[in-house]
């Protein structure tokens, strides 16, 4: 790209302050906060006309969205996926089970949690949290990472 370099990044840079994409990965949920999750997406809330979607690889995306308690067997994984996505990030909790663990909590098959595993930047609360919950939450994360966008 030679000189325009430095331009075109600072240009998509630029389009990607507010249009997060979130990676989405389910540390042993019970599928209830994955849905609320999804129904953010629908047409009654649409966070894509926003900018914001669901990105299939960690390495393109800007915010890690985790639900469930981490289990034994989802906690290096959750780890490579964190290393993955490249800085600046924010990791968000979703739901009581990344917080705390839950109705998991004391079970042998929980290395939860989230906390141990991952720094965490924010918690939506709530076993689940509604859609409008979500969408507060990942709304403060957009302005997290758009800070520490402008920081670097
Ligand atoms: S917080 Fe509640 S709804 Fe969400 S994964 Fe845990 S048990 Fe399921």
């Given at each position: ?11 998509v840079?630029?389009?990607?302050r ?14 209830g ?20 979607r ?25 780890a ?15 739901g ?6 839950n ?48 920081a670097?």
């Amino acid at each position: 790209m030679g000189v325009l370099e430095p331009l075109v990044l600072r240009l998509v840079d630029r389009a990607r302050r507010k249009s997060a994409w979130l990676f989405h990965f389910n540390a042993g949920a019970c599928n209830g906060c994955d849905i609320e999750l999804v129904a953010c997406l629908t047409p009654r809330y649409d966070v894509e006309q926003l900018g914001i979607r669901l990105e299939g690889s960690p390495r393109h995306a800007d915010i890690l969205c985790v639900t469930g308690p981490v289990t034994r067997t989802t906690r290096e994984a959750l780890a490579t996926i964190h290393a993955q996505i490249p800085d600046p990030k924010v990791v968000v909790a979703i739901g009581s089970c990344p917080a705390s663990g839950n109705v998991f909590a004391g079970s042998p098959m929980i290395d939860g949690p989230l906390d141990r595993i991952v720094p965490v930047d924010l918690y939506i609360p709530g076993c689940p949290p509604r859609p409008g919950a979500v969408v507060q939450g990942i709304a403060e994360a957009i302005e997290l990472l758009v800070a520490r966008k402008e920081a670097v």
